[in-house]
């Protein structure tokens, strides 16, 4: 198994990986692996931080429950396996939008908080995460405050189309 993750990932940060699929591929893994981490930030992975994690992964990916849960496996595996968050936060601070990042950071938020509170060690790593993602704290600002004012991840805005 470690070695499929290791594929999956050298894949993606070759230079012969120009194929749009993989790479979308590669990121969704790797965006998963980031909102995993932050739902262990507290040592705890609840129900609902569970239930917003696979919703939020099937309407950003347009995937239905079992092709959901398969990446969320694959990416416990990944997270499992890291030494630390630059392999995933590479990955999407190369390839994704300003716009993507953002979709990115209101579902992290939305994450957090949807076991109805913030500990300090997810507000340090979202901190963290956003900082290797090159967004600016301003952003991260604003993105926790959509969330917090009850605004739904937007539908229409999905972290797969690549600008």
Not at 72 to 87: C, N
Not at 102 to 119: K, N, P
Not at 121 to 142: F, H, I, N, Q, T
Request: glycine residues 6%.
């Amino acid at each position: 198994m470690l070695e499929g993750i290791k594929s999956f990932f050298q894949t993606s940060m070759s230079a012969d990986a120009d194929d749009d699929h993989v790479r979308k591929r590669d990121m969704r893994l790797a965006a998963c692996a980031l909102l995993l981490e932050l739902a262990y930030a507290d040592d705890e992975f609840t129900e609902d931080e569970f239930q917003h994690l696979q919703g939020a992964i099937r309407r950003q990916y347009g995937l239905d429950h079992a092709q959901a849960d398969r990446l969320i496996r694959l990416a416990e595996r990944a997270r499992a396996e890291a030494h630390d968050l630059w392999q995933f936060t590479r990955l999407i601070k190369e390839n994704y939008s300003l716009g993507q990042k953002m979709v990115l950071a209101e579902i992290m938020w939305g994450l957090v908080y949807s076991d109805g509170e913030l500990s300090d060690r997810e507000a340090y790593l979202m901190r963290k995460v956003c900082k290797l993602l090159d967004l600016e704290p301003g952003y991260l600002s604003e993105a926790e405050k959509r969330v917090k004012g009850g605004e739904e991840e937007p539908e229409d805005r999905a972290l797969d189309a690549i600008d």
